[in-house]
């Protein structure tokens, strides 16, 4: 076990490797407005290596929002041992779709989660397509991550719905191939607190509903991250662990955290209110050990980094299970 204090915040993790990333890899998906584009990242070293799929936030950047955002922790995590893929969701700025006259747009809320149905369908064109990567990978051991609207995307993946009366398509987007999610600062549920703004721009957002999250989560929440465009409830952001059936989550709160989490989006991104790198490598290596003790049997690498956060002079954050 590597204890280096800056990746890690001194959370005990894996020995880093080298990692290669392979993007664009493009698949033509038949009724989306253009080819679904992906990033893979992986260890150059192991064998039985986890996938996992990582969803963009809807954010303002041009380029966070797609699969060349959120460097600082898809490159830790792919260095500590998983798959790391990271598709351009429709709502991506890069793609200039969100002005458009199309379904779901600005948010492509609903398309995000297709987007991730169809990566799982081709994972394995998907791996053939980075040399040395097919035979080194576990298909059975999926995890999904996202940040802010894609923290929305990976609480469909576990059963979390749009519950619009009006919107007469199926309501359940889950997916059984994915073992254990994790939602970084996503959406909540619209109650008195919720904004006109919000509710004027972006209409499903009245209709999130976690009554139906059966899946497994890690839900991630910084206790200063509040956004009056959404909501005047500083809990909004840790709904989807309020609100979800018990048995299987998990609530890690960051001291001090905003939005960004101390900067997980990009790699110096200017959109980051509280940068603080120490905070965005206790993030990495949290969300790390969790996932690592869901998608193999008897690891024990969360119940370390939980004590290592107890252990802490100032705790950077604090867990809750239900």
């Known amino acids: 076990m590597s204890m280096s204090y800056a990746d890690a ?7 880093p490797t080298p990692i290669l990333s392979y993007s664009p890899f493009t698949l033509e998906v038949p009724g989306r407005p253009v080819p679904l584009e992906i990033k893979i990242s992986a260890p150059v070293t192991g064998t039985d290596l986890p996938v996992m799929l990582l969803s963009h936030g ?7 929002s797609s699969l060349r955002g959120y460097g600082p922790v898809a490159d830790f ?8 893929i990271q598709p351009t969701h429709l709502d991506s700025t890069v793609l200039g779709l969100r002005e458009q006259d199309l379904p779901d747009a600005p948010l492509f809320w609903r398309d995000r989660a297709v987007d991730m149905h169809t990566v799982l369908d081709h994972l394995e064109e998907v791996l053939a397509a980075v040399p040395g990567l097919p035979g080194r990978v576990d298909t059975e051991k999926v995890a999904a991550v996202g940040h802010s609207a894609g923290g929305h995307t990976v609480s469909l993946l576990l059963g979390s719905q749009v519950s619009d009366p009006n919107d007469p398509r199926e309501k359940d987007l889950s997916d059984p191939r994915v073992k254990a999610g994790v939602v970084i600062g996503g959406p909540g549920i619209a109650d008195e607190h919720f904004s006109s703004w919000a509710a004027e721009n972006y209409p499903m957002m009245k209709y999130i509903d976690f009554g139906q999250m ?4 890690l ?8 956004n009056l465009n959404f909501s005047s409830r500083l809990s909004y952001r840790w709904d989807a662990y309020t609100h979800s059936p018990g048995g299987n989550k998990t609530l890690l709160t960051f001291l001090g955290a905003g939005h960004l989490f101390g900067g997980i989006s990009g790699y110096d991104a200017a959109e980051t209110s509280d940068e603080n790198p120490e ?6 290596a949290m969300v790390w050990a ?9 690891d024990t690498s969360w ?9 802490q002079e100032t705790p950077l954050a604090k867990v809750e299970t239900k």
């Open 279 to 284: 905070r965005v490598a206790a993030v990495r």
């Open 214 to 217: 059966t899946g497994t989560a």
């Open 9 to 15: 915040a001194g959370f005990p993790v894996s020995e």
């Open 303 to 311: 119940d370390l980094a939980v004590k290592a956060l107890e252990a």
């Open 290 to 298: 969790y996932l690592r003790s869901q998608l193999f049997p008897g």
């Open 219 to 226: 839900v991630v929440a910084g206790d200063e991250d509040l």
């Open 58 to 64: 809807h954010g303002m950047a041009n380029f966070i």
């Open 77 to 84: 995590w792919a260095a500590h041992g998983f798959v790391v």
